[in-house]
């Protein structure tokens, strides 16, 4: 009887792999693999980050250094420090309010954008991951033309 099931689980084991490996070839299907630096990266997933945060509305600019766990979204990261107005969308939160100023206030042309290590970013603020120490920044600022 033992015989007999560790036959059957190993039949079952081979199929499954054969299957694995028919799948790679076929467009549109992807097999992920986990690397050991994967894994030992997530090992350290609770170790803390610094985090810089600065507010620029064009007239002043606010900064703050907070630390934090990796994985933080840069929505979370900035919540910390400012009173955050956004709207969700199927693609993520949009920012239009930063301590209290709103976007295209008396047709300015300006609106909230956020950059991390001094790049603009395009990415929803909420679906922006941090796992390293990385600099944030707000700007109130006419659109920027890298992203027209």
Do not use: H
């Amino acid at each position: 009887m033992k015989l007999f099931l560790f036959s059957l689980i190993f039949l079952a084991t081979t199929i499954s792999l054969i299957g694995c490996i028919g799948l790679q070839n076929q467009p549109g299907i992807s097999i992920a693999t986990i690397s050991p630096a994967a894994i030992q990266d997530n090992n350290n997933a609770s170790a803390n980050i610094t985090i810089t945060l600065i507010v620029n509305d064009g007239k002043i600019s606010t900064t703050r250094i907070i630390e934090s766990q990796r994985g933080i979204s840069a929505l979370e990261a900035f919540q910390r420090v400012a009173q955050i107005g956004y709207k969700k969308y199927p693609f993520g939160s949009y920012v239009y309010s930063v301590g209290g100023l709103k976007e295209n206030t008396d047709n300015s042309g300006k609106y909230w954008q956020y950059y991390v290590d001094g790049r603009i970013v395009m990415v929803a603020v909420d679906n922006y991951k941090l796992n390293s120490d990385a600099e944030l920044e707000f700007r109130f600022e006419k659109q920027n033309p890298a992203i027209k």
